[in-house]
């Protein structure tokens, strides 16, 4: 392999430098990122989720450093407004409710006891709901041990700091900043391979390797190589967003908002200094100036910036990995934030490349394997995003009543019907949300189960009334002592000099 | 949902809404398996669990196997591993050896436990390959410690402590299969499990919807249940049988449909593997107990007759053959309805013995029955997830056997020939094209054989990569040599402070001597 050229320097075109200068050796030529001047990044923030802490222990990033420089924040989940209907909210939080009892998950005792009306919020079995509603994190790395399964965090953060973090990390071990736009992309008459880059100083980039983060265009992947889209408007309808940064009013909250519009829907991500903002929309249903006045009419503070418009085809590229380019983030394809799952995609594309790594005869049948593997998780993640927009009782907007009455994939039929019918989550292979994230969003917007799991009535009731009044009372009493998030934030990394009117991009 | 679906309504019965009896039918190791699951996760007042203990028409296998995962079993049921390999003449087993599967006179391994260590994120085998490339690098054998042990005939248990190269393996068993199933009885009666002394001579269907409404059994009597398990074997009377449950055959990739067996002697030391050694139209097994020794010829009717194969079996015998021989019918496929109306078939142990899947496939089909138990008395989606998650799970098995025939390089017999010939499943063939193209192994959902058993069995039968991870030409490589050499001498270090298996199996679980065929 000689020489891998990385196209774009975002988010995922840094991330990819950044993993690859730490596992590559100088036996692999350079790496080198072209990364056009003129575009800039707006720092409307980003959310994650929990294995974005494996990619920043891979690169050996120090957590309370990257949160200082990004501006981060503790995320323990994500709270949905208005999504089964109007003026109902729930909390998709990271890790588990509660522990097992017997053979049984916990979710089963309570559906039974739910039924005898006597059981509580299911919310109340989840350490990090319960936390995040009082604005606490509790510190995980002096937890009590028996909790720790229950547990899990993620950071909220400014994507454009990140990625700039991330450019540093990699040009001190050697990766080259090209800043540079490219003109033409020259191929390999043989077989179709790209064999150079054309820079617009008239430079000529070879490269064995292309890694395509050029965007939603995908200048390589797509403009190049025609690889090809699959669309899933029918699924997913929003095709557009507006964002703003606005600034902090109030308590600094550890989580995610999301909240149900008539068109669409409006992210709120706090951040150390301001809080993001943008509002997805379907433009069947609404226009680019109505969305941007809904959003500034739903902002915590006066707006930091003019509001940017993106545009977007959810769906996904037909091959991630197509010839020799591989194809991440927006490049591969667009899932809209609404599970905070952007940057996490860009890093299961970089663990699938690490893994199956090419060597220069570009073996079909590695790339072969590579997109079945990737494109499943993709998938996986679509069904779960998918099933926001279905599991609607909504009727006061077009956009619902479309969703609500829509065909959905057979893989997310499958589970609703399973789960409808014994409250049991099915799970498949590759899929990132698993038992407790289907369990917070299907009970978050208020599917029911016909009935629980008929092993549960093998237990002495009285005995399971006590052990889930005291998982409830421990879940409690860890996240009252817990500190709040901004004590939290300012003894694991909080930004010296907070420059809030800082308005970026 | 209405609580029975379409099924009857009974008369006599007050109307139930779930399964609250279950009926066994086959009492070998595989029923009782099957009934001492159920008896320790549903309380008798909760489900009433018999099983018909009806005498099969062919004489159960000598012996039986069990993987590593039979370690959940013990815990489930509290089982103490000793006392259990006392009362089963059992022994331990740390894999297979294979011989003459590749060529005449190959011989691999395939054991429980890991194959070397990553370095820089890497699976240790690219490295192995990289230097055996350069002519270095040692035997592959002796980057498993599982490996070396069985090879030297030594046993002790797995430690805890992580950084030990003796915590990087586990084990299965090898049991006395009737001494199996009665120990495995006694537990399950001790838990409220019925046990019914009666061969069942007729299935009666009910209804328009054709569910099983009661057996017959050979007493004039009749049992009814909610649900049955049908633990009877390829003949499958239940399912096969009375349901008329399709079969999907996979004997075009699985040509072994019959075994023959015979208990013998043998003087020498017991081994801590059992032994799988390709011939003509089949193979030949060898699986060590206290006291002897269950040989089995495992062969394709197609290719030779019965009266052949038994007479090459005791042609060959390590020591005396200590009872008459044995004939089983093998299964060559899947029911394409496991469970099936109200009937579920574990038929695990009929498949092909040659990764000695038998117990494996019978307890996680009894698990996924509990996992999945209905929520009524006829519940359509369970059946459906069922059925879907279990064929995934003998796809991934019937994959892992199939590659054992078809990467022979044998031409000595018209067996061979075909195995060699054969077309496989697409899922099998990415999987070699890929091995064959960079060296890696690709796991699917549900894999129950891991990286280490795939490569086992890729290397042992000389599938040899092209390339391997380029990634691997980051580390120097005398950082590499040194750090395999280490590996190598923390494994051989290791090994030689353990005691032979037959000075552990006298420590801890020695078994009366008593004559294989009781």
Known sequence: MHGVAILGGGTAGWMAAAILARRLGSGFGAIQVIESPEIGTIGVGEATIPPIRLFNQALGIDERDFLRKTQGTIKLGIEFKDWSRLGHDYFHPFGAHGVRLEQVSLHQDWLKLRRLREEGSFEEYSLNTVAARLGRV???????????????????????????????????????????????????????????????????????????????????????????????????????????????????????????????????????????????????????????????????????????????????????????????????????????????????????????????????????????????????????????????????????????????????????????????????????????????????????????????????????????????????????????????????????????????? | MSSTGNRPAQSGEAPADRVHSIAIVGGGAAGWLAAATLARLLRPSFCHIRLIDSQPEEAPAFSEVALPSFHRLNHLLAINEGDLLQKTRGSFKLGAQFLNWGRVGDRYFHTFGSLGAKLDAVPFHHYWIKLQRLGEGADLDAYSTATVAAKQGRFAHPVAERRSVLSLYSYGYHFHAASLAAYLREYAQAHGVTRIDRNVVDVELGGEAGFIDALMLDDGSRIRADLYVDCTGARSPLSRQALNTGYQDWSHWLPCDRMVAVPCADAGPIAAYSESSAERFGWRRRIPLQHGVDSGYVYSSRHVSDDEAAAMLLADLPGNALAEPRLLRLSTGRPTQFWNKNCVALTGSALEPLESTGLHLVQTGITRLVTLFPVGRYSPADIEEYNRLTTIEYERIRDFLILHYKSTQRCDSRFWEHCRQMEIPDTLRIKVELFRRCGRVALLDEEHFGEDSWLALFFGQNIDPQNYDPLADVLDLNEVRTALSRMRTMIQEGVDTLPTHAQYIQEHCLAEPRRLHE
């Open chain 1, 138 to 505: 509790p510190d995980w790395s002096t937890g009590d041990d028996s909790l720790s399964p229950v547990f899990a965090h993620a950071f909220q953060f400014d994507a454009g700091l990140y990625a700039e973090y991330l450019r540093g990390y990699a040009q001190a071990r050697g990766v080259a900043r090209l800043e540079r736009k490219v003109v033409n992309v020259e191929l390999r008459s043989e077989d179709g391979f790209i064999r150079a880059l054309h820079l617009d100083d008239g430079q000529r980039l070879e490269a064995d390797l292309f890694i395509d983060c050029s965007g939603f265009r995908g200048l390589l992947i797509e403009g190049a190589l025609k690889t090809g889209y699959e669309d899933w408007t029918r699924w997913l309808p929003c095709d557009r967003a507006v964002a703003v940064p606005c600034e902090s009013a109030g308590a600094l909250t550890p989580f995610t908002r999301s909240t149900a519009r008539s068109a669409g829907w409006q992210w709120r991500i706090p951040l150390q200094h301001r809080i993001g903002n943008g509002y997805v929309y379907c433009s069947r249903f609404i226009s680019d100036d109505e969305a941007a006045a809904t959003l500034l009419a739903h902002l915590d503070g006066k707006p930091l910036a003019e509001p940017r418009f993106l545009r977007f085809t959810t769906g996904r590229r037909k091959k991630f990995w197509n010839k020799n380019c591989i194809a991440l983030g927006l490049a591969a394809g667009f899932l809209e934030p609404l599970e905070s799952t952007s940057i996490h995609l860009i890093q299961r594309g970089l663990t699938h490349l690490l893994n199956w790594f090419p060597d220069r005869t570009f073996a079909p049948v590695v790339a072969y394997e590579f997109n079945r593997i990737a494109i499943n998780e993709y998938e996986r993640i679509r069904d779960f995003i998918i099933l926001h927009y279905k599991a609607t009782a909504r009727e006061d907007a077009p956009l619902w009543s479309y969703c609500r009455k829509m065909a959905i994939p057979d893989t997310l039929a499958y589970k609703i019907r399973q789960f409808k019918s014994s409250g049991r989550v099915v799970k498949y292979g590759g899929d990132l949300f698993v038992t407790p994230n289907w369990l917070a969003v299907l009970m978050g917007q208020e599917i029911w189960p016909e009935r629980y799991d008929t092993l549960v009535d093998q237990r002495d009731a009285a005995e399971m009334h006590a052990d889930l009044r005291r998982i409830r009372a421990v879940i409690r009493r860890t996240a009252e002592a817990a500190p709040r998030h901004e004590e939290y934030i300012v003894s694991h990394g909080r930004v010296e000099a907070v420059e809030s009117d800082d308005a970026r991009g």
